[in-house]
C-alpha cells in the first residue's frame, strides 16, 4: 500500500499523536474559565509594599508577570503582560507603580493561576482598564475556539479521506 499512511504502523503512530492532540486541546478547554463580569470582581484597596517580577523566555518569546503585595495583606496580586494587551501597556504599568503608593484592585480568584488583576486605580489614575483585560483574554479564548474548530474540521477531513482509500475506522 502505498499514500499517506503506508504501513499499518505508521497510521497507529499517527492516529495516537491525533488523539494526544485532542487530549491538549480538550485539556486547555477546561482549564479555560469564563471571564468574570466587571461587577463579579473582588475589591482591593492598600498600600503597595513590594513587588516581585518573574520573565519567563520560550519559544514564543518572552512572558513578564508582576505580582504586587499590599501592606498587611498576605497575598500576591498578579499581573501577566498578556492580560494588559501587549508589552508596551505591561512595562509603563510596571514603571509607575512604586511602594507606599495606594492602589485599588480589582480581583478574579482564578483556580488556575491565583489572584488576578482585571483593573488598577491609583488615586483618580487608571493605570489599568478592565476593558483591556476583557479584550486580551477574548483574543486567547478566540484563538482556542479557532484551534478547536480547526482540529475538528481536519478531524473529518481526514476520516474522509481514509474511508475513500479504503481503510476502514
Known sequence: MSGLFPTPQRR?????????LGFIIVKLLFDLQPMPASKELREVSGVVS?????????RTGTSYRL??????????????DGLTGNEDRYFRIRNNLRRGDRLTLWIEDHAAYGQRI???????DTLLEYL??????????????????????LSVAGVMYLRRRGYNL
Open 50 to 58: 513590594g513587588f516581585d517580577e518573574q520573565t519567563s523566555r520560550g
Open 132 to 153: 483591556t483585560v476583557f479584550d486580551a483574554e477574548w483574543q486567547a479564548h478566540l484563538m482556542l475556539y479557532g484551534l478547536i474548530a480547526c482540529y475538528a474540521a
Open 12 to 20: 497507529a503512530i499517527a492516529m495516537a499523536l491525533w488523539v494526544l
Open 67 to 80: 505580582y504586587i503585595h499590599l501592606r498587611d495583606d498576605p497575598s500576591a496580586y498578579r499581573l501577566d
Open 118 to 124: 482585571w483593573q488598577i486605580r491609583r488615586g483618580g
